[in-house]
């Protein structure tokens, strides 16, 4: 089974004013296409376009999304081109939607298709549902001569002027579901002299009309279903909404196995609901799913007639969060963070949780060892649901480990807590993180910085784990009495990128042998590198890409030599301090005929803690760049995407 959108490519042309912000294929079904190639449904578009430039990148944008295509290529036409303009006024953005170039006023747009009508009836399988968005008379001659599943996405009432009342009904009526929108409806009404939905679309399977923020109505079996907005997004663009809308549905026709009942429709509204929220916030009727492309005008040329499309230098997210840590990383620790972390009096606390999740838990689990280390305090770094499961009554305070600062599975674990006992460490803002957690702002560490606001995106934390952790660096920098906490934590980031730039180079056929997707990787840790063990497998298990066994360099000797005798590929991520005991050398002469790669930091204790967490932001990155994925951006599946964004009762 395939979903197949037919008909003409076109290009769309966006700007702001008169400034061209980039291009990318349009036109109603391919739109719909893209959003569910998205999904990973198999997808075709069978075209014709001109051989140009637009037609190029027409094609190109879809392929970017893996639609296949079946495009013929003419020379005698122009691609079609559609232009969309943005103007800000009034704190408003306001846009218009024409044929003709804004810049040259020149129209590249023919009315008739060009799609040849048997090439087309041959490509079609007979499981393809079929997607159009107009009745044009070959799409009409298609729709007559094939028994597929059909859909229609109607956006503009042309085409009906020219059927009467009765070929309007008999074509609506050879349509599994059909998407109007109101201008279409109101077409209808006028021509069937009604303003009854339900005259016209009797016996329809699904008639959806879509009236912008105003919701949608539904006819299915003979009733109307209307369905009202809860929420509306800030919209920056709606191009793209309604097919992303539709989209939705179709998508979820399928999962539904092709059957159409109130919850379905239900379901598939609030999904659809969500998703455009999304759209409308990007520019580009697929800017959701693809940035538009930045194309280079030639001389004396409109980019309308012809351009030079650059791809752009593909940088990683997992890229441009190492590459700012430095930065983002000294800048936290001179913030105003870290002076109201210093204020706390840690001697009069007998018992503190630190609490995080994901990149954040192992903040919290180096801040519990320092503050444990300079104090004699009972600390325990821990997960949040954890809590639920213990008695809590002589804990003094709970630090709350969050980038956002408002992680709903941390303040839902610490609920039964006065507000007055917890502190949140974070990079949110603190007026904003006050009024969505109700703790005060005297209660909220934030590092974030007019110089230092942007933040990492990706499922990886890098500055959201170092950052944290070396503001309580500092704090035992400071109470220990020691030298520059700055110049270490700079000397570290600088020693650990350089190491792991010229270990991966020198030794990149033996890493390339051993760092193979769905590998079994046992990492040793114990005494100071804790918290370097508690990062990487965090961060390696987030990204999909190994299976992670952890081993407590004793408890290895208990027993667990069996399973990596017999089960493991032998690949071992060995985490060590400065000294190395009598214990730990027996080991490392066991583990010597294994595919090791041992991480040694040149310090000991609470230095060489940090040192190490330092030392696996760089083997992350360099684990990354070395089999070419980007580990902050894994895949994850709309199901599991659920799970991840669960906001409740834990």
Known sequence: MRVVSIGDLVT????????LLGVCGGMTSHNIIANLAHKKIPTLVIGVCGNDSAGKIAIKSLQDLKVETKVEIKDNIKTRCFHVSF??????????????????????????????????????????????????????????????????????????????????KQILSKFTMINLNQRVEDYLFKRFKTTNILNIAKDLNLLIVTKGKSGADFIYNNNLISKKLKTISKEIDPTGAGDAFFGTFIYEFIKNDYQIDNNYIKSSFEKAVHLTNKVVQNIGSRGHLNKLYKIKKLPNICTCEKFIYEPRKQITRCSLNVNNLKS???????????????????????????????????????????????YGTNTLSILPRDILFRNNSKVDKVFLFSYSGTTNDLLEGVKSFDNNDKIIITKGQKTKVSEKTSISKQNIISYRTVNNKAKERGFLAFEGTLSPASLFLKLYFDIKKLNNADKFILDSLNYWNNYFDEYFKINKKFLKKILTKGNILNIFTGDYTITASKYLESTLVESG??????????????????????????????LKTKNTTKYEESLLEYLKDGNNIIIESKYEGILGEYDLLVAMQYLIYNIGKLINIDLSKPKYTENALKVYFYKGHL
């Open 328 to 374: 983002r990383v000294l800048n936290a620790i001179k913030s105003p963070a870290y002076n109201q972390l210093k204020n706390i009096d840690f001697s009069k606390l007998n018992s503190i949780l630190f609490v995080g999740t994901g990149g954040s838990f192992p903040a919290g689990v180096f801040a519990s060892r320092v503050i444990n280390n300079l």
């Open 87 to 168: 103007i800000e006024k009034d704190n408003k953005i306001n846009f218009t939607s024409k044929k003709s170039c804004p810049i040259c006023n020149k129209k590249h747009w023919y009315e008739n298709s060009e799609i040849d009508v048997q090439n087309t009836l041959n490509l079609i399988d007979k499981k393809d549902i079929l997607v159009f968005d107009n009745l044009n008379e070959k799409n009409i001659e298609i729709i007559n001569n094939v028994p597929n599943i059909k859909m229609l996405d109607l956006g503009y009432q042309n085409d009906l002027e020219n059927l009467s009342n009765k070929e309007i």
């Open 12 to 19: 769309d042309y966006y700007y702001k004013g008169k400034t």
């Open 545 to 574: 890409i190994f299976h992670i066994l952890i081993h407590e360099k004793k408890n290895f000797s208990h027993g667990r030599f069996i399973n990596y005798e017999n089960l493991s590929t032998k690949t071992n991520l060995y």
